[in-house]
């Protein structure tokens, strides 16, 4: 878990350095920063099932809320933004990684039941 925590976490701090130049940057800087803070907990042993699991019912929701309303693709070859419903796509790819990497740890700090 400690590799997926820190590769995870680097990525989500290059998703915020990213934003950077985006349009509203006071948004997703923290969006990904709290993604990034939550790998750097798992690394350290410090962050509960439960609140993983809070973070990636989070995510989701967000990502839901984002879905744009007529799906255009994510043009991944071009960074600049042809339409509202590609930006909100990418957006809302972006929010699923992050509640898919929250579902990830939260499965991997779950309570293991002792057997005797």
Not at 73 to 93: P, T
Request: with cysteine; aromatic share 18%; proline share 6%.
């Amino acid at each position: 878990m400690k590799i997926s925590a820190i590769i995870f976490g680097l990525l989500f701090v290059l998703f915020a350095a990213f934003q950077y130049n985006d349009p509203d940057p006071e948004i997703w800087i923290p969006i990904y920063g709290a993604a990034a803070a939550a790998c750097l907990m798992a690394w350290a042993g410090a962050g509960r099932w439960w609140f993983f699991v809070g973070m990636a019912i989070l995510y989701t929701v967000a990502a839901v809320h984002q879905w744009p309303p007529s799906f255009e693709g994510f043009f991944f070859g071009e960074l600049k933004m042809h339409s509202m419903n590609i930006e909100q796509a990418r957006e809302s790819g972006g929010l699923s990684i992050c509640a898919a990497v929250m579902g990830l740890f939260a499965w991997l700090t779950r309570p293991t039941p002792v057997r005797s």
